[in-house]
């Protein structure tokens, strides 16, 4: 007799137990999402929640380049905010399903609170990279800077733990050439879909930051460099 499958109730109720920090930083943004989702139809609310949503929480560019800020705090709060907001329920379905197995990996590597602080600094850089390399008077929203700072954690440990068994450098970088050739072109085809409206250089401060913070908060990656 082969063992069936947890119903899906069960496994959600089991992800959720084993990724809290997770868990709570996508009902978040699923929630968040579905207010705004509301409004928009007219359900509740007013039908321009959505814009004063981004007015305050989005990553506005200018506001690093001496924009006034519609409040004090602005320019520094926009940093975190920006990850918690998305275009729509498909850009925020999108990124928290690739939150949800992304998030297993990494807690069972990290735990709870270095998860929780990965993702942070990962959202951080993402909007760093954002800041310093583009030039779009338009905001940017989505956690996605957050995500692909998860991603750059993991393929840093998989360069530290191939080094630990004694693999070269180049036999590294072919192992793992496989994954960037994925994650370049899977922004160049989002790039293409979107029109040019993809915030690349989120992207790339999150997984830049992601990948360092992600050596520095293993201890088993420190020491295998």
């Not at 993991?154 to 994954?179: F, K, N, S, T």
Request: hydrophobic share 55%; aromatic share 10%; glycine share 12%.
């Amino acid at each position: 007799m082969t063992d069936s499958p947890l119903p899906f109730r069960n496994r959600a109720r089991r992800w959720i137990v084993e990724n809290p920090v997770a868990a709570v930083i996508t009902l978040a943004c699923l929630a968040i999402e579905a207010v705004l989702q509301g409004a928009d139809n007219g359900l509740w609310g007013a039908q321009n929640w959505r814009d004063i949503a981004f007015t305050d929480g989005a990553f506005w560019a200018p506001l690093l380049h001496g924009a006034q800020p519609i409040f004090a705090t602005q320019p520094e709060a926009m940093f975190l905010t920006y990850g918690f907001l998305h275009a729509g329920l498909l850009h925020a379905g999108v990124n928290m399903a690739s939150m949800v197995s992304l998030a297993v990996p990494i807690s069972a590597r990290l735990g709870q609170r270095r998860f929780a602080v990965l993702y942070v600094i990962a959202l951080l850089g993402g909007g760093a990279g954002f800041g310093l390399l583009s030039s779009l008077q338009a905001p940017m929203i989505g956690a996605s800077g957050a995500l692909f700072g998860l991603v750059g954690a993991i393929l840093a440990w998989a360069w530290a733990d191939r080094r630990a068994y004694g693999q070269r450098p180049v036999e590294i970088m072919r192992a793992l050439a496989r994954p960037f050739i994925i994650l370049i072109g899977l922004n160049v085809v989002m790039f293409w879909g979107t029109g040019g409206q993809l915030a690349w250089q989120t992207h790339l401060g999150g997984f830049v930051t992601g990948w360092i913070a992600g050596m520095l908060l293993d201890p088993k990656a420190r020491r295998r460099r």
